[in-house]
């Protein structure tokens, strides 16, 4: 699939190439199926109500159409608050690739954080403030009225950031997920400022009349002993706990879909898959769309946002987390990714992920709060699911650095 004039490049590019033609300024999004690195802005989807992004997106792809550009791209991300401004943009040019990344062949182990030694500049909440707020929860859903809630955390750390090393690192360690990097507004003579990540979660793909999505919710950090990481991944398969939490989020995310499908899949059961640092509870659904003119876009957003980063049920889970979280998640838990003129596209949960400007690094994590968790453990999740950044962030292989 070609999209968009660019300079002439070989026909097989690969993910890696992408990544490796990375400058300052780009954009990219790498997944299992298609990756785009995208080079300067050719039009943006002015700020609307989350509502009319659809439509405003397929206007400036038609337009673009008409004036001769070949199949043109929407890439970018919508932040968590649907009051607040997306960034979406049509790139001048772009360079699209396939295939899967090729797994890194050591990559780094679980555990302890390989970039412990980065100065950490603030934290929102801090961890007392944290483990307050699950205790609220907790409270809040032993009242009723309140079954699920996603309780997040931020972390800034100063470190000097080489981005196409830091793409390589975060592409080759979680090769099953989505990858990327979007160049983000700044004001005049401000450092750029990107968003960087490595989700695990598809929201939303299409490919013609099919879609897929595959939430995640219920999760156990990994272990560097392979016998106790195993029993890890078989508990989590049996915790009730985790198995009531993912139920939660699969049961909406197939009630939102199912009308707008002749036909939906949805496994009896949910199964375990792993990144570096996490083990987490999956249910891949595939669908045939009823109606094709509903764009992966309008379909993402109809699921967002999913029980899976905010609650059930959702306004009582929305309310809570403007009440106590105590920052703004920006486009952390909103979605990331492109779409064409004919509505195909891949919409990722954007999880697993940094805002870096300068030499700054603020990194986001959250964890689901359900009846029976325990708050230090899900301060815990936070931590583990902050290292896929942070590892990637330090110069060296986790096992070196702990050295």
């Not at 199926?33 to 609307?48: E, I, K, M, W």
């Not at 990344?101 to 929102?124: E, K, N």
């Not at 897929?212 to 272990?223: E, M, Q, V």
Request: contains cysteine; hydrophobic residues 45%.
């Amino acid at each position: 699939m070609t999209a968009l004039p660019s300079d002439p490049a070989p026909l097989e590019l690969r993910p890696l190439d992408l990544i490796a033609r990375w400058r300052d300024r780009c954009s990219l999004f790498v997944s299992p199926r298609q990756s785009v690195l995208a080079h300067g802005v050719r039009a943006t989807v002015p700020p609307c109500d989350i509502d009319a992004l659809p439509h405003r997106v397929q206007a400036l792809l038609q337009a673009a159409q008409a004036e001769g550009v070949v199949r043109p791209l929407m890439l970018g991300a919508v932040p968590y608050h649907g009051d607040r401004p997306a960034h979406l943009f049509m790139p001048h040019s772009c360079l699209v690739g396939a295939g899967a990344v090729p797994a890194a062949a050591h990559p780094s182990a679980p555990g302890p954080q390989g970039a412990a030694a980065l100065p950490v500049i603030a934290q929102q909440p801090p961890a007392a403030s944290y483990l307050a707020n699950v205790n609220r929860a907790l409270e809040a859903m032993a009242q009723g009225g309140l079954q699920k809630v996603v309780l997040s955390r931020s972390m800034s750390v100063r470190t000097r950031v080489e981005m196409p090393a830091l793409l390589r690192r975060l592409a080759e360690r979680n090769a099953h997920g989505y990858t990327f990097a979007l160049d983000l507004p700044t004001e005049a003579q401000a450092a750029p400022r990107t968003l960087v990540g490595a989700s695990p979660e598809l929201l939303l793909s299409r490919v013609g009349r099919w879609l897929s999505t595959n939430p995640l919710a219920g999760s156990i950090p990994r272990s560097a002993d392979p016998v106790e990481d195993r029993r890890r991944a078989e508990a989590l398969q049996h915790s009730e706990k985790d198995l009531r939490e993912h139920a939660v989020v699969a049961q909406v995310v197939a009630d939102v879909l199912r009308p707008l499908c002749r036909e939906l899949h949805v496994p009896a059961a949910p199964s375990v898959i792993g990144t570096p640092t996490m083990w987490h509870l999956s249910t891949r659904m595939t669908g045939e769309l009823a109606d094709t003119q509903l764009s992966s876009l309008a379909l993402a957003l109809k699921l967002h946002p999913t029980p899976a980063v905010c609650g059930h049920p959702l306004q009582a889970a929305r309310e809570f987390i403007d009440r106590h979280e105590g920052f703004d998640r920006g486009f952390f838990t909103g979605l990331t990714g492109w779409c064409d003129a004919w509505g195909d596209g891949e919409w990722a949960i954007t999880l697993r992920c940094a805002e870096v400007q300068g030499d700054i690094a603020t990194l986001y994590a959250g964890a689901g709060i359900v009846t029976g968790s325990v708050p230090e453990h899900e301060l815990a999740e936070t931590e583990a699911k902050m290292r896929t950044l942070l590892n990637a962030l330090s110069p060296l292989p986790l096992r070196e650095a702990a050295l």
